[in-house]
């Protein structure tokens, strides 16, 4: 049997994952059934379940690895194209991640499946806050700046999901940035 070599599998499993995120966003994470999972991805279980465990990681390493990229978007390209990154995802991907929170809440394996998957990402908050620092005011603690834009996105992902109006984003991340940017010195 030949073997696949990692660049191979690393492509596998990018497939996977795009595939299976399509799935739960069309689905919900109950209405994606590892046979829906079978057909979108086109491989059987045991090749799904080759890369993950189960459909319960799957879906976690597909809502992590989500938040992660619009989180680097942010810090690497600026809070307008976050906005922009989230108007142009699915909404119905969104209310999936709408799902998760909710689990986060209510299902102690689920938040500590999260947990372990982030606990990386988590552990370099501090560098992340710290890439913040030089571009909002410093008269509020960067925490408490990276909470609002937080709520702000968050609260974009929301109304997207409930197909209300789009703001004009110009607008809006004119007025988030006026608010948190870092002021001139007098």
């Known amino acids: 049997m030949p073997k696949i070599s990692e660049e191979r599998k690393s492509e596998r499993r990018a ?10 966003a069309r689905h919900g994470y109950e209405g994606a059934t590892v046979a829906r ?15 993950f ?15 992660e990229r619009l989180t680097s978007l942010w810090l690497e390209h ?30 102690p394996e689920f938040r ?3 947990e372990e998957r982030e606990r990386e990402f988590v ?32 609260g974009l992902a929301l109304r997207l999901t409930m197909d209300d109006p789009q703001p004009d984003l110009d607008q809006l991340a004119e007025l988030v940035e006026t608010g948190v940017g870092r002021r001139p010195a007098r």
Do not use: M
């Not at 999972?37 to 279980?45: D, K, V």
């Open 112 to 114: 500590r499946l999260v």
């Open 53 to 67: 465990p189960n459909k319960e990681a799957l879906f976690v390493e597909i809502a992590v690895a989500s938040s």
């Open 123 to 154: 552990e370099r908050r501090d560098e992340r806050l710290a890439r913040l620092r030089p571009q909002v005011r410093d008269d509020v603690p960067v925490e408490t700046t990276a909470i609002f834009l937080s709520l702000v996105a968050n």
């Open 15 to 24: 497939d996977i994952v795009e595939a299976a995120r399509r799935c739960f």
């Open 78 to 107: 600026g809070f307008r194209a976050l906005l922009g990154a989230i108007v142009h995802e699915d909404p119905d991907w969104l209310a999936v991640q709408l799902e998760a929170t909710r689990r986060l809440r209510t299902d």
């Open 37 to 51: 999972l079978e057909e979108a991805t086109g491989l059987s279980r045991g090749a799904i379940f080759n890369y």
